[in-house]
């Protein structure tokens, strides 16, 4: 049965709108005047053959009248209540202001939304801005374009008499670095703009990848089925897929996720990590896997069976990303260098020793992650080349650090609070205290 805070303020607002009054509409569906009135203001329970018959009489659904239908809304704006100091005390009258207001209501998620989106462009900008190698080469030829030009000016203005050649000569190298700073200056805005599209139009193969899999809530049906679709089919059909390398790429993730599903079917497997509160061990041990490829299998998890979103991030030997699968809260830099990834390098330098931290992002309103890292070889030394590592960390997100919580718990004081700027680095070291798992 419904709650009433949502069907009661719809079902008096969708009277009012189409003009008709509470007595009509209680005898109608054969109730007493004063009881609807109840039901309208919330004070009783409504459902079943009775919400029907007065959904019929206002000509809608009964699903628009019932609670479940906003309850994306109402997340979205529990989410945005959480990240204002102030507004928890009016939580309790959410649901009636999203029964009453339902296009205010709207608004205020979209909003939020689209701020949410800006922020995070906000800080892919600043994360190339101090990482980018190609960003940071266009602002010095830029700048260095612009001192050349305002001293060869400087020169003109203040020397009088100055020799007709030379003054030539001032012209010419004026016109020329003119020119190249109306080059560099529209070769960077181009590239700003790749960045500042609402999917971070990707500018490398692995950023096309990124988006690819973002696109598909990084969940692979079609190889979760008893008889998984090729690849390669799939790679050919990915359109966002426009470089040859990010389509190699592609296909060599896809074959790892088959191989990862034959070996732990999606069924089983969420079952079993649910019921040992997301686990990468129990889970390694369970099916006879190593730890990154549990790893790479919960971060597969849809978000929506198991009530939260899991992150996952890797490295190669040098530190180099090759993989992100960012969680909301846990910012992960596309090129490093932060100290949100501080327990994946540390699990890169002591290779097959499993690394368990708790991790707290900083901001207005702080929250707690366990992560999970590991770095194991993709390639034992041999003579046909040398040995190949990588590094990935896990992301469980507060709900889930719960669930684990219950099982082992970990003491804050002994663990790591990290802020989510790598600026954080200068002004204070956190600890790098950690535990293995």
Same mark, same amino acid.
């Given at each position: 049965m419904a709650r009433p805070s949502l069907t009661g303020s719809r079902i008096r607002e969708r009277r009012t709108m189409t003009g008709r009054k509470q007595a009509d509409l209680a005898r109608?569906?054969?109730?007493?005047?004063?009881?609807l009135n109840l039901i309208e203001h919330n004070r009783r329970r409504i459902g079943g053959k009775l919400l029907s018959n007065i959904a019929r009489e206002l000509g809608? %659904?009964?699903?628009? #009248?019932? +609670?479940? /239908? $906003? @309850?994306?809304?109402?997340?979205?704006?529990r989410e945005a209540a959480a990240d204002h100091e102030g507004a928890a005390e009016d939580l309790p009258r959410l649901e009636e202001f999203v029964g009453r207001f339902?296009?205010?209501?709207?608004?205020?998620?979209?909003?939020?939304?689209?701020?949410?989106?800006?922020?995070?462009a906000v800080d892919v900008l600043s994360d190339r801005m101090t990482h980018d190698p190609f960003l940071s080469a266009s602002l010095h030829e830029v700048i260095s374009t612009v001192t050349a030009i305002r001293s060869t000016a400087t020169i003109l203005a203040e020397?009088?008499?100055?020799?007709?050649?030379?003054?030539?000569?001032?012209?010419?190298?004026?016109?020329? %670095?003119?020119?190249? #700073?109306? +080059?560099? /200056? $529209? @070769?960077?805005?181009?590239?700003?703009?790749?960045?500042?599209?609402?999917e971070f139009a990707a500018s490398t193969p692995q950023e096309e990848l990124d988006g690819w899999l973002r696109q598909s809530g990084y969940h692979v049906a079609?190889?979760?089925?008893?008889?998984?679709?090729?690849?390669?089919?799939?790679v050919g059909r990915a359109e966002s897929l426009r470089s040859a390398a990010a389509r190699s790429l592609a296909l060599s993730y896809l074959q790892r996720y088959r191989k990862d599903a034959e070996h732990m079917p999606l069924a089983a497997f969420q079952e079993e990590a649910q019921k040992g509160g997301f686990d990468p061990a129990a889970l390694a041990m369970?099916?006879?896997?190593?730890?990154?490829?549990?790893?790479?299998?919960?971060?597969?998890?849809? @978000?929506?069976?198991?009530?939260?979103?899991?992150?996952?991030?890797?490295?190669d030997a040098s530190g180099t990303l090759t993989f992100r699968k960012p969680v909301d809260g846990f910012p992960l830099p596309r090129y490093s260098a932060a100290c949100s990834l501080w327990p994946l390098y540390q699990a890169l330098s002591r290779p097959m020793a499993p690394v368990r931290r708790l991790v707290e992002m900083g901001g207005r309103s702080p929250r707690l992650f366990l992560t999970y890292s590991v770095c194991q070889s993709l390639q034992p030394a041999g003579f046909d080349g040398p040995q190949v590592l990588e590094a990935a960390m896990l992301i469980l997100p507060q709900d889930m650090v719960?669930?684990?919580?219950?099982?082992?718990?970990?003491?804050?004081?002994?663990?790591?609070?990290?802020?989510?700027?790598?600026?954080?680095?200068?002004?204070?070291?956190?600890?790098?205290?950690?535990?293995?798992?």
């Open positions: 109608s569906v054969g109730i007493s005047a004063s009881y809608v %659904e009964p699903s628009a #009248l019932s +609670e479940g /239908a $906003e @309850a994306a809304l109402l997340n979205a704006l339902p296009g205010w209501a709207r608004l205020l998620a979209e909003t939020r939304q689209r701020a949410t989106g800006l922020e995070h020397t009088r008499d100055i020799d007709p050649e030379w003054r030539d000569r001032f012209h010419r190298n004026m016109a020329e %670095e003119s020119a190249r #700073l109306a +080059e560099s /200056a $529209e @070769a960077l805005v181009r590239y700003l703009d790749e960045a500042s599209s609402a079609e190889l979760e089925r008893a008889l998984p679709t090729d690849p390669e089919k799939i369970r099916f006879g896997v190593d730890l990154g490829a549990v790893f790479r299998r919960l971060a597969t998890l849809p @978000a929506d069976r198991i009530g939260g979103e899991i992150g996952l991030v890797s490295c719960d669930a684990a919580e219950a099982r082992a718990p970990l003491e804050i004081g002994t663990s790591c609070r990290i802020c989510p700027r790598a600026a954080c680095a200068a002004r204070r070291e956190p600890s790098i205290m950690a535990e293995a798992f």
